[in-house]
């Protein structure tokens, strides 16, 4: 197991190359949250900083969380080749689309219907282990874009704030998670 406190060149190529990654939270107290996020979605800004642009979905967990305290960690898996778990962690924030970051950030992604919010993680520090219980599995298809962008672009933009009101506003915790700045 290896530890640093930036991601090297290699670590960086590596994350790049993963369709899947996840993500973890936890607040204060309640529920640590663990969610699985792809779709070309992540962008390594630098060996310190990873953003990543977070789709509506059915509970807005890792928002609630940050709310309350920033810790982050996202996990990458070697499904192919050789095997590797690629820990990074750290602090985030939260850019919403109220926020004067949200469209600068916004343009570094592709336009994806049902856009929720941006996570920029400041890395603090970086551990790998050799993953030889995660299995070889192929990657066939992105579900996210045949169903879920679909979905939210069906709601259109009016929709899809009706549903952050009914889905996303609280966590399962009922703790806010900011979505509208009205908690």
Known sequence: MGKANTLSESQRHFIEAQPLFFVATAGRDGRVNVSPKGMNTLKVANGNRIVWLNLTGSGNETAAHLADTNRMTLMFCAFEGDAQILRVYGQAKIIHPRDSLWTTTLAEF??????????????????????????????????????????????????????????????????????????
Not at 110 to 123: H, M, N, T, W, Y
Not at 135 to 164: C, H, Q, T
């Open 110 to 183: 592709p336009e994806l219907a049902g856009s929720r919010q941006i996570f920029d993680l400041s890395v603090d520090m970086v551990q790998t282990s050799c993953g030889t219980g995660v299995p070889i599995m192929s990657f066939a298809k992105s579900r996210a874009e045949d169903e879920l962008v679909p979905y939210y672009e069906d709601m259109g933009p009016e929709g899809v704030k009706n549903y952050w009101r009914r889905k996303n506003s609280l966590s399962i915790d009922n703790k806010p998670t900011g979505i509208f700045n009205d908690h």
